[in-house]
Every structure is written in C-alpha cells, then in structure tokens.
C-alpha cells in the first residue's frame, strides 16, 4: 500500500522515488512476487476511471522497471500487452514517455516482442504530435 501511495502522489519527485524503491522491492521479493502481486495491481491501477495521465506514466514506468527483472516470456505476457496500452493511450504525453522508456528498456524482450513494438511503434510515426513521431521514428531507427 505504501508504494501505491507514492506512485499517487501529486509531487512528481515522490513519485520518482516510489519508482526507485520498486527495484528494492522487486530484489527482496523476486520475480514470483513481482507476476503473481505487483503487475495485477499495477494493471489495475491503470484501467482506473478518471486516472490522471501522470499517474498513467508513472504506473508504466513502473511496469518498465518490472521488465527487468523477468524473463522474456514474463515480459511478453505481462509487460507487452502494457506498453500497447500506454502507445495506443488518447493522451500525446504518455505515448510519448511509453516511447522513451521502451527505447530504455527495449533490450528485455525477445525478437517476437520487438517486432511486435515495433508495429505500435510505426504508427506513432504519423501521430499529430510532433514530439511523439520524432521519438518514435527514432525508436525505430535504433531497433534496426
């Protein structure tokens, strides 16, 4: 309850430092704790009604975080359906963070994955914000 707290918060450095704490969290706890407890609150965290797209970040950051310390199966099936959500999302700013941390954790996940996020990716290229096709047509560039 208390790492929901911090990812709630309304100080974005709070926040940060809640996602910070994950990593200890997930060290101490393992990876079983991590697919089986953590992801299923996360998830539900951000299918909340009225969620503020800040916190929507802060949750797929969080999820990121998570990624690393699971194995390419896990990822594909807890994390990938994630980063989907936050590409695909109504908001220009969390399309464009999912971007900047796909492209910092993109290394987690198998070929199938990439190429997978790489399909989400390619649409973002033809997004009406100018930041988000920037990032997300550098993505794509690394991921070649």
């Known amino acids: ?7 709630s918060d309304t100080v974005s450095s709070v926040r940060e430092v809640g996602v910070e704490c994950l990593k200890k969290l997930i060290e101490k706890f393992g ?15 951000l299918t909340t ?18 990624a690393k310390f699971l194995d390419t199966k896990q990822n594909n099936e807890f994390i990938l359906p994630i980063i989907a959500k936050g590409i695909k999302d109504k908001i220009a700013n969390v399309r464009f963070y999912t971007v900047k ?23 973002l290229t033809k997004d009406e914000d100018n930041d988000v096709k920037f990032y997300a047509s550098k993505l794509l560039e690394s991921m070649k």
């Open 49 to 66: 009604p009225k969620l503020s797209y800040l916190n929507r970040m802060c949750i797929l950051h969080s999820l990121l975080v998570c």
């Open 1 to 7: 309850p208390l790492f929901f707290n911090y990812l």
């Open 101 to 123: 941390l796909v492209n910092e954790y993109i290394k987690q996940f198998d070929s199938s994955s990439k190429e997978k996020i790489k399909t989400l990716i390619r649409d």
């Open 31 to 45: 990876s079983a704790w991590v697919t089986s407890g953590l992801i299923p609150k996360l998830q539900s965290h």
